[in-house]
């Protein structure tokens, strides 16, 4: 087969995480059979799957969190208990007494422990040297620093999380099955930020909810993810009481539309897929009772998906015209096939596949094409995504989309053959991109389309990074090398030009992360 090198180009940059340095050959490979490169990680068994010794279940990780926020809750009763009493005469107002009492566990557990190093202290950290010091520390050069904070559970935990997904992100071969991951994570997302859990459950909820359904059937991760204790703590469902049930009855609390118009709005049909607020509250009602067990285990192992039938709206409902008159858990998963498959949720998929692959404005008949594929095979996610691959549209494109900030940096990574052992570096970059690991600020998930990323202060942040990266690797590498393990003979001429000018090896290979060639896909 005929050597390809602006298909090559298309295979890394568009479907993959971009060329890796070394002796890898990626693009002499994605040149000689763009589409097979592209396809052949889609054939390997088991190759989605993110199975790292050392990392825990969602139950097991539910226990560890559950107990850390009981003993911290512990130790603060304890210290409130011991404390001297105040030295105004009467008892703390009434108010602060209940302030105190609503605080929850999760809250408590944010408050005391660590920050993130990376999130808490950018400026001080070795990770960023070129940033100023705090003018305390510049007026006291002499005093020593204290020593960092050891890392609780939920910080070593998503370390841990992060860094088995960064160094599959570096050492993949293409990068397109680790693109679909990162695609569907973000159609499915929840943010880690919303409190110890979600932190502690991130990376589980990927690895458990998205990876094993990837090249599966949508209607199989869309019941997963809906039922994944991280998407029920998320969006509040847990709290959610059906108003005629045992416990609404006995309880101050009601329903709660949180996961059920998400489901609907960001999960399935999309905005304007034909449901209506009626809808909304019905599958709402319906379910009522997904929860997950908590520390004590009264409804199962602590942290495990289960049913609580007392939580449970009882009776028929009606959503999107149909009645479900099943009873328990099965009533809403008997709701989730049927929209799984509605045809509003083939266009809404096929949109979002194709703008997030291929343009922010992709063309009118590949989307329609996605839409019959997503259809005719029942949500056969490998199916789909084999059409984009095949598809003309998606190779004749030009390459107009900036990388996410996640893409940028994973895709340096391998170029310059950096396997982490650590993860604070990328996550150091993710945050001042905007873009941090598994917290997007909403629902809805990061932005796809290229305003967002293509900003000018996104961009100057992009070259203050690719500087710091220069600055520490330049002298190991020749970015002229490194040009032809990019793009070879499809970098154009003005890039070429820029980099053999450049006035240092530093200077030449911060101009290479910032080219078209490297930056767009």
């Given at each position: 087969m005929a050597r390809d090198s602006q298909a090559g180009l298309v295979a890394l940059n568009r479907f993959g995480l971009g060329a890796r340095g070394g002796a890898s050959g990626d693009f002499l490979n994605a040149a000689s059979?763009?589409?097979?490169?592209?396809?052949?990680?889609l054939g390997r068994p088991n190759g989605v799957l993110l199975e790292v010794p050392g990392l825990q279940s969602t139950p097991a990780l539910g226990k560890a969190v559950f107990d850390y926020q009981f003993e911290i809750q512990q130790a603060r009763d304890a210290a409130a208990?011991?404390?001297?009493?105040?030295?105004t005469e009467g008892q703390p107002p009434a108010d602060a007494k209940a302030q105190r009492r609503n605080l929850s566990l999760n809250s408590i557990a944010m408050d005391m422990a660590p920050r993130?190093?990376?999130?808490?202290?950018?400026?001080?950290?070795a990770e960023n040297p070129n940033a100023a010091m705090a003018p305390t520390e510049a007026m006291r050069p002499n005093t020593p620093k204290p020593l960092p904070a050891p890392l609780n559970i939920i910080q070593k935990t998503f370390r841990a999380e992060a860094l088995a997904r960064l160094q599959r992100a570096v050492m993949a071969d293409c990068g397109f099955v680790e693109?679909?991951?990162?695609?569907?994570?973000?159609?499915?997302c929840i943010s880690a930020n919303k409190g110890g859990p979600a932190r502690m459950w991130a990376g589980s909820f990927e690895r458990e909810a998205i990876r094993p359904h990837v090249l599966g059937r949508f209607g199989d991760m869309l019941k997963a993810v809906e039922q994944h204790p991280a998407m029920l703590f998320f969006l509040d469902n847990q709290q959610s009481l059906g108003p005629d049930s045992r416990a609404g009855k006995n309880r101050n609390r009601g329903l709660i539309e949180n996961l059920a118009r998400e489901i609907l709005e960001l999960h399935t049909l999309g905005v304007g897929g034909g449901y209506t607020q009626e809808d909304v509250t019905a599958l709402a009602n319906i379910i009522t009772g997904w929860t997950y067990a908590g520390r004590l285990g009264q409804l199962g192992a602590p942290g495990s998906f289960v049913f609580n039938a007392n939580a449970h709206q009882p009776g028929a409902q009606r959503v999107m015209g149909k009645i479900y008159d099943a009873a328990g858990v099965t009533q809403g998963e008997a709701v989730l096939a049927d929209i799984a498959r509605h045809r509003s949720t083939a266009k809404f998929i096929a949109g979002k596949f194709a703008r997030?692959?291929?343009?922010?404005?992709?063309p009118p008949a590949l989307v329609a094409r996605l839409a019959d594929?997503?259809?005719?095979t029942d949500g056969d996610l490998k199916a789909l995504a084999t059409a984009l691959v095949d598809s003309d549209e998606a190779w004749?494109?030009?390459?107009s989309k900036m990388r996410s900030p996640y893409e940028f940096l994973v895709a340096s990574g391998r170029l310059l053959a950096q396997i982490p052992n650590d993860p604070g570096r990328y996550l150091t970059g993710l945050n001042a991109l905007g873009q941090p690991l598994w917290a997007p600020a909403g629902p809805n998930g990061f932005p796809d389309g290229n305003a967002a990323w293509a900003a000018p202060e996104g961009i100057k942040l992009r070259l203050d990074i690719s500087?710091?990266?220069a600055s520490r690797l330049a002298d190991g590498v020749d970015p002229r090398d490194l040009l032809e393990l990019v793009a070879a003979d499809a970098a154009s001429s003005e890039t070429r030009r820029t980099i053999e000018r450049a006035e240092s090896r530093q200077q030449a290979l911060a101009l290479l992360l910032m080219s078209p060639e490297f930056q767009r896909r």
């Amino acid at each position: 087969m005929a050597r390809d090198s602006q298909a090559g180009l298309v295979a890394l940059n568009r479907f993959g995480l971009g060329a890796r340095g070394g002796a890898s050959g990626d693009f002499l490979n994605a040149a000689s059979d763009p589409r097979g490169f592209v396809k052949q990680e889609l054939g390997r068994p088991n190759g989605v799957l993110l199975e790292v010794p050392g990392l825990q279940s969602t139950p097991a990780l539910g226990k560890a969190v559950f107990d850390y926020q009981f003993e911290i809750q512990q130790a603060r009763d304890a210290a409130a208990k011991s404390a001297p009493a105040p030295a105004t005469e009467g008892q703390p107002p009434a108010d602060a007494k209940a302030q105190r009492r609503n605080l929850s566990l999760n809250s408590i557990a944010m408050d005391m422990a660590p920050r993130e190093p990376s999130k808490e202290q950018p400026a001080k950290s070795a990770e960023n040297p070129n940033a100023a010091m705090a003018p305390t520390e510049a007026m006291r050069p002499n005093t020593p620093k204290p020593l960092p904070a050891p890392l609780n559970i939920i910080q070593k935990t998503f370390r841990a999380e992060a860094l088995a997904r960064l160094q599959r992100a570096v050492m993949a071969d293409c990068g397109f099955v680790e693109r679909l991951v990162v695609f569907w994570s973000n159609h499915f997302c929840i943010s880690a930020n919303k409190g110890g859990p979600a932190r502690m459950w991130a990376g589980s909820f990927e690895r458990e909810a998205i990876r094993p359904h990837v090249l599966g059937r949508f209607g199989d991760m869309l019941k997963a993810v809906e039922q994944h204790p991280a998407m029920l703590f998320f969006l509040d469902n847990q709290q959610s009481l059906g108003p005629d049930s045992r416990a609404g009855k006995n309880r101050n609390r009601g329903l709660i539309e949180n996961l059920a118009r998400e489901i609907l709005e960001l999960h399935t049909l999309g905005v304007g897929g034909g449901y209506t607020q009626e809808d909304v509250t019905a599958l709402a009602n319906i379910i009522t009772g997904w929860t997950y067990a908590g520390r004590l285990g009264q409804l199962g192992a602590p942290g495990s998906f289960v049913f609580n039938a007392n939580a449970h709206q009882p009776g028929a409902q009606r959503v999107m015209g149909k009645i479900y008159d099943a009873a328990g858990v099965t009533q809403g998963e008997a709701v989730l096939a049927d929209i799984a498959r509605h045809r509003s949720t083939a266009k809404f998929i096929a949109g979002k596949f194709a703008r997030h692959f291929v343009a922010d404005d992709p063309p009118p008949a590949l989307v329609a094409r996605l839409a019959d594929v997503f259809t005719r095979t029942d949500g056969d996610l490998k199916a789909l995504a084999t059409a984009l691959v095949d598809s003309d549209e998606a190779w004749k494109a030009p390459l107009s989309k900036m990388r996410s900030p996640y893409e940028f940096l994973v895709a340096s990574g391998r170029l310059l053959a950096q396997i982490p052992n650590d993860p604070g570096r990328y996550l150091t970059g993710l945050n001042a991109l905007g873009q941090p690991l598994w917290a997007p600020a909403g629902p809805n998930g990061f932005p796809d389309g290229n305003a967002a990323w293509a900003a000018p202060e996104g961009i100057k942040l992009r070259l203050d990074i690719s500087a710091q990266i220069a600055s520490r690797l330049a002298d190991g590498v020749d970015p002229r090398d490194l040009l032809e393990l990019v793009a070879a003979d499809a970098a154009s001429s003005e890039t070429r030009r820029t980099i053999e000018r450049a006035e240092s090896r530093q200077q030449a290979l911060a101009l290479l992360l910032m080219s078209p060639e490297f930056q767009r896909r």
